[in-house]
């Protein structure tokens, strides 16, 4: 089963994408901020991960960063998913190593999709 690691400082967007990638197959991991996430990608093995960019301590930019010097996810395909829709704030996830950059609110059936594409399952 894909393992996903969600990171969002909100609990109800954790809890939708959690809610949504389950129902399409996939197991989810969450975390309120980037270092709680870095703390879970290092304790486990992630396919793909989903952060937010505005969060308290690391953001998701340095997440990225951070993450991308992990050899075991350099690879790993990442999404943003933010409400920051400026294309700087784009530019800056893909130069942080983001795959894909989605602007909130982001329709399930997109987020499923896109992560299907990334994976190379669809």
């Known amino acids: 089963m894909t393992r996903v690691l ?3 400082d909100s609990s109800l967007t954790r809890e939708f994408h959690s809610h949504i990638l389950k129902d399409a197959g996939f197991a989810c991991v969450t975390a309120a901020d980037g ?3 870095l703390e879970k990608a290092t304790a486990e093995k992630f396919d ?4 937010d960019i505005n969060m308290q301590g690391m953001d998701g930019y ?3 960063r951070r993450a991308r010097q992990n050899p ?3 690879e790993v395909p990442i999404i943003i998913i933010s409400t920051e829709a400026k294309e700087g704030d784009k530019q800056k996830g893909f130069s942080a190593g983001a795959n894909l950059y989605l602007v909130k ?3 399930a059936s997109r987020i499923v ?3 299907k594409m990334l994976l190379g399952t669809q």
């Open 48 to 51: 793909i991960i989903l952060t």
């Open 35 to 37: 270092m709680e996430g």
């Open 6 to 8: 969600i990171i969002d």
């Open 72 to 74: 075991d996810y350099d």
């Open 113 to 115: 999709e896109s992560m």
């Open 62 to 64: 340095e997440f990225i």
């Open 105 to 107: 609110p982001t329709d």
